[in-house]
């Protein structure tokens, strides 16, 4: 069988066992082994048929067996297990991907590189490390480094690479995850590669692992726990019902409020991930050229972090002012608030960054940043010190993922002296005495060790393993997915809270994710969890997606919870007119109108929909006023043209179209003040402003079409219905 063919047969098996249909599953499962060599797993399918053969017998016979729903549970878990386990073992055999030739070498791994085996060198790597501090010139420092990196990279291979922990892995597992010995890092590397490992195949030991990890007492180790879970979650959304233990201990976390806030800031950092394609096209697109172009205006700037005490140093206020005329000062901003909120915006600048041997190898993506990683230790010394210390410091501060603070590393180090100097020395006195600062590059450290931070910047290492790694397209691509952990049936008490929902749905609101918003917000409503301002985004949504009648029925119910409310009132307006009620429209327009009676939006619209009813003159007194209170309102002149027109004004109506054409003219004004200059019988001037609306429209079809909805009103405005085909042949 080829790759494609064990997908489409594993599918199929998952489909039926998803069915309910354990037999069928069984059957089809026994045919997917028929070939294969490991019969331990054809051992497992032959005792679970069985079990399953019996407990039907049992149930025709009408013996009552108040434990079987445990049995038909635990049957269909132990074949989805071995379903699991009989793709891995095809796929091994003829896929050339990554994992599978890591599957196929593990099995080449002596016996004693097992999990304790390893651990234990992983702890005497702090006394390993002492000890070369106190010989001469750190003598063995590369061998011990090599020893330790090469245990780590041992560890994490071999761990992605099985599928299955037994019992005994399990307990060693556990083991490693209490020792007080074992440096912070090893301990976070592991974690990414259980993780890895989980992403290939479900594995009850390693999620019930994860569990545990997430009350460890180092932040960097609980937050990348906490991520694993997540996203173990969302590629196996059904599969813990499998498990009662498990969904057991959800319940069990769910009695500690915490647990759920941290797993739905975790949630939203991931959704928040899924915008950094958005991201890096504008800052490559806008921001970057942007800041590029006004280069000159950068340079001559204050930051505010400059000594002004000397009227001399004083710069031009007219820069600042070109500064934010450039547009630069919003796009800035713009830049800043999105770093704030997590936002991944050093994508763009990173990902040309990815090409030193060091990613060459997938482990290295989930290094924890160390400034004793070998690596580095090449680069920039054993201490880091002058512009090294400087460098460290920033790196310390939380500002970067990983993998991201080593490319930064690795461009510094191969870049020339002279040129690292320029680039620290850009910045100003007073930054190095901040970062010098005790007190401040602690507030620095502080920030990198809070738990949203360290979660939000694994997740961006993740990401970019996913998008960069020379292998990405190997992987299953979760960013790609839609993401929605609150529909998950073992989390629906987790972060079915109305605080929490309320959270997920903001984010898809100002991301202007609609239809996930509302999803959301009508899970809140279900929950009679309700507020004006709920029912008000709800109406928005479906606003946005043309469900008018539905976002009316929203909108209602918030101005009953606040009402008078004129931003409510206005959408009323809104969808009413989209829905073409414009007796109700004008009534919530009027209403707006008492509120707000300067409101230009609202003064347009009255005035369309009484020119929708037909009521011109009254419609004109509201474009009347629109036009006085706004200078060369050409939308105002638009319909006062249009109004005057149609209710018999023909002069009028020439008078402000002759103000559009001397403006920003579109087709349609060159087409109705063709109009109004044939009404008014002049008629070469008509067949002129008809050729130019011609020309506007792009071609002939959109002309005779545009006209064509004219016509009617052409003929009530006295136009001879059988001049009509000659003025169309005028115009050409």
């Not at 045919?31 to 294969?36: K, P």
């Not at 041992?154 to 074992?182: C, G, I, M, P």
């Not at 009484?610 to 309102?633: S, V």
Request: glycine share 2%; with cysteine.
């Amino acid at each position: 069988m080829n790759e494609q063919t064990i997908q489409e047969q594993y599918q199929h098996i998952i489909s039926l066992l998803q069915q309910k249909r354990l037999k069928e599953a069984q059957s089809l499962l026994e045919t997917f082994l028929w070939d294969s060599s490991n019969w331990s797993l054809r051992n497992r399918l032959e005792q679970a048929q069985t079990s399953y053969r019996y407990m039907l017998q049992y149930m025709k016979q009408g013996v009552n067996d108040p434990e079987r729903p445990k049995l038909y549970r635990k049957l269909l878990a132990e074949t989805w297990e071995i379903a699991d386990q009989a793709r891995l073992g095809s796929l091994d055999e003829v896929s050339s991907h990554y994992y599978h030739s890591l599957r196929k070498n593990r099995k080449r791994l002596p016996e004693e590189y097992d999990i304790a085996t390893l651990r234990k060198v992983l702890e005497s790597f702090p006394d390993d490390m002492a000890v070369c501090r106190l010989m001469p010139n750190n003598q063995n420092l590369d061998a011990v480094l090599k020893r330790h990196e090469e245990t780590n990279q041992v560890l994490f291979l071999a761990t992605w690479s099985n599928s299955a922990w037994t019992a005994k892995d399990e307990q060693q597992a556990k083991e490693l995850l209490e020792s007080e010995l074992l440096p912070v890092n090893d301990l976070c590397l592991f974690t990414s590669a259980v993780t890895l490992s989980l992403m290939e195949c479900f594995d009850m030991r390693k999620f019930a692992w994860l569990l545990d990890a997430t009350t460890h007492a180092e932040t960097h180790v609980n937050q990348r726990a906490l991520v694993g879970i997540a996203i173990a979650l969302h590629i196996y959304p059904a599969r813990l019902s499998y498990y009662p233990e498990l969904t057991a201990r959800l319940s069990l976390f769910n009695e500690d409020s915490s647990f759920g806030k941290q797993l739905n800031r975790v949630y939203i950092q991931l959704l928040r991930s899924q915008e950094t394609e958005k991201i890096d096209k504008k800052m490559r697109e806008e921001i970057i050229p942007e800041m590029m172009k006004n280069v000159s205006i950068m340079r001559n700037m204050k930051f505010g972090f400059e000594d002004n005490v000397a009227d001399e140093n004083d710069l031009n206020p007219d820069w600042e002012k070109a500064f934010e005329q450039s547009g630069l000062g919003d796009k800035i901003r713009e830049m800043n608030e999105l770093q704030l909120e997590g936002a991944d915006v050093y994508m763009s600048t990173f990902a040309q960054l990815k090409s030193y041997p060091f990613f060459r190898e997938p482990y290295n993506w989930f290094y924890p940043f160390d400034m004793q990683h070998s690596s580095l230790i090449k680069e920039f010394g054993f201490k880091p010190t002058g512009d090294n210390a400087i460098l460290s410091l920033i790196l310390q501060s939380g500002f970067f993922c990983d993998s991201d603070k080593y490319s930064l590393c690795f461009t510094m180090a191969h870049i020339p002296q002279t040129q690292r100097e320029m680039m620290l020395s850009q910045m100003t006195s007073q930054d190095l005495n901040d970062l010098a600062d005790e007190s401040k590059s602690s507030s620095l450290r502080q920030y990198a060790q809070r738990p949203d931070v360290n979660s939000n910047q694994y997740i961006h290492d993740l990401y970019r393993f996913f998008k960069l790694n020379q292998r990405r397209l190997e992987f299953r691509d979760i960013f790609k997915e839609e993401i929605a952990l609150h529909r998950i049936p073992a989390l629906k008490e987790i972060l079915c809270k109305p605080g929490l929902l309320a959270a997920v749905a903001d984010f898809h609101f100002r991301k202007q994710h609609y239809t996930e918003a509302l999803e959301v917000y009508q899970n809140l409503i279900n929950q009679n969890h309700t507020d004006a301002d709920i029912f008000q985004k709800a109406g928005y949504c479906l606003q946005k997606e043309k469900r008018y009648k539905e976002a009316v029925s929203a909108y209602c119910k918030a101005d009953i919870l606040k009402p008078d409310h004129v931003w409510t009132i206005r959408h009323l307006a809104t969808c009413y007119r989209q829905m073409r009620d414009f007796t109700s429209a004008l009534e919530y327009y009027r209403k707006a109108e008492t509120i707000q009676p300067e409101n230009h939006n609202i003064l347009f619209y009255t005035g369309s929909c009484l020119a929708e009813q037909e009521k011109y003159e009254e419609a004109l007194q509201y474009f009347f006023k629109l036009d006085f209170i706004e200078n060369n309102n050409v939308k105002a002149w638009r319909a006062i043209g249009w109004c005057s027109f149609v209710s018999g004004k023909h002069e009028q109506a020439m008078k402000y179209y002759n103000k559009i054409l001397d403006s920003r003219p579109l087709a349609t004004d060159y087409l109705n003040a063709g109009h109004v200059a044939w009404r008014l019988g002049n008629l070469e001037k008509a067949a002129e402003l008809y050729g130019k609306a011609a020309l506007e429209s792009g071609s002939r079809e959109a002309f005779r079409e545009m006209f064509s909805k004219d016509k009617e009103t052409l003929i009530k405005q006295g136009i001879n219905e059988k001049d009509i085909p000659l003025m169309m042949d005028l115009a050409d």
